[in-house]
C-alpha cells in the first residue's frame, strides 16, 4: 500500500460516531485558565478515553495539548500525557504524514473552516501502515479567537482492504470478460471458416478452388503476407499451394520434412505454433499456415484431393 499522506477527501457530515462540532463547542465551553487540571476537563478525558476514536487537541503552532488514549496508543504511548508538548514530528508518523497534518491545521485555523472526512495515512509506533478518517475543526477562545485545531479519527485499514480486495477481484473479472468476449469473437471467425470450407469442399471438385479458398479464410481469420497448404504423408511433405503464387520453390515437389523443426513441432504437438524470427536463420521453411492444422481433419484433405481432376 502506497505511503501517500491523503487518499481523497470527501464532503459531507462527519464520519465518526461522535460529532466533533460538539465536542469543540463543549471544550469552549470550559475556563481553560486552570488548564487540564479544570474538573471539566477531567471529566471530559474520562468520556474520551472510552470511545473507539481517537481524538487531539493541538494548539496554534500545532502542539498536541491533550489526547485521548486511543491517539496515544497509536502513537507509541501509554499515558496521553506523553504526548502533550509533542508536534507530529516527535511521533511515529513518516515525515510526509507529519507535513500533511500540519499542513491541514494550519488551514483549518486559518480560514475557520472544518474539515471533514478526510482519508489519510498514518504510520503506529510498530511501524504498521493504517488508513484513517479524519476531522478537524478550529477552537476559539471565548472573544472567538482561533486558538488551536480539534481532530478526531477513526481507523477503517479493514475497510480500505476490503475496497482494494473488490477493486482487484473487479479487475480481474473485467480481464475475463475480455478474454471470453475475444475467445469467443475468435471461435465465430474459426467456425465461420470452416463452415465455408466445408461448403467449398462440397460444392466443388476443383482443387485448386478448394485450396485457393482455404488461403483466402486463412488471410480472413490470421492477416498475413504469405501463406502455404503443405500435404503431409510420413517424413515427406509437399507444398500443395503457395500464397501469393510462386512464393515458394520447388512447389508441388516432395520434401524431407524432418529437415525443418518447426513442421516437426506441428506433426507432433499437432497444434498451433508460433514462432518469433531473428534473422540470419535456417532450416525453417517460413511460410506455413499452422493455423488450420488443429481444425483441418487429414481425410478432408485426402478427399479433396480424390475429387480433384486427373
Not at 73 to 94: I, R
Amino acid at each position: 500500500m502506497a505511503r501517500k499522506a491523503i487518499l481523497e477527501r470527501r464532503s459531507g457530515r462527519p464520519h465518526s460516531s461522535i460529532d466533533p462540532v460538539a465536542l469543540g463547542l463543549m471544550m469552549q465551553d470550559i475556563d481553560w485558565q486552570d488548564g487540564l487540571a479544570h474538573p471539566a476537563v477531567q471529566l471530559l478525558r474520562l468520556i474520551m478515553d472510552n470511545i473507539p476514536q481517537a481524538i487531539f487537541w493541538k494548539d496554534r503552532n500545532s502542539v498536541y495539548v491533550w489526547c485521548n488514549r486511543n491517539f496515544a496508543n497509536d502513537a507509541g504511548y501509554e499515558d496521553p500525557e506523553e504526548v502533550s508538548g509533542k508536534t507530529d514530528f516527535d511521533l511515529p508518523w513518516t515525515r510526509e504524514e507529519a507535513e500533511w497534518y500540519r499542513k491541514i491545521d494550519q488551514q483549518v485555523m486559518e480560514t475557520d473552516t472544518p474539515i471533514y472526512q478526510l482519508y489519510e495515512t498514518q504510520t503506529h509506533a510498530d511501524g504498521q501502515l493504517t488508513w484513517v478518517v479524519t476531522n478537524k475543526i478550529p477552537l476559539h477562545d471565548p472573544e472567538g479567537n482561533v486558538v488551536g485545531v480539534l481532530g478526531t479519527y477513526e481507523d477503517i485499514t479493514e475497510l480500505k482492504l476490503k475496497e482494494e480486495e473488490l477493486r482487484k477481484a473487479r479487475e480481474e473479472l473485467e480481464i475475463r470478460v475480455q478474454e471470453r468476449t475475444a475467445a469467443e469473437r475468435e471461435q465465430r471467425a474459426f467456425a465461420e471458416a470452416l463452415r465455408d470450407i466445408s461448403a467449398t469442399l462440397n460444392s466443388t471438385l476443383n482443387l485448386n478452388e478448394v485450396l485457393d479458398r482455404i488461403l483466402a479464410e486463412i488471410q480472413r481469420i490470421v492477416p498475413h503476407q504469405m501463406a502455404t497448404i503443405i500435404l503431409v504423408r510420413g517424413q515427406q511433405g509437399c507444398v500443395v499451394r503457395a500464397q501469393p503464387a510462386g512464393s515458394i520453390e520447388n512447389e508441388g515437389e516432395w520434401f524431407d520434412l524432418t529437415k525443418y523443426s518447426n513442421l516437426i513441432t506441428l506433426l507432433q504437438t499437432k497444434s498451433p505454433l508460433i514462432i518469433v524470427l531473428k534473422l540470419p536463420f535456417a532450416n525453417f521453411l517460413i511460410a506455413v499456415s499452422c493455423h488450420l492444422v488443429s481444425y483441418l481433419k487429414p481425410d478432408q484433405t485426402q478427399r479433396a484431393l480424390a475429387k480433384s481432376p486427373s
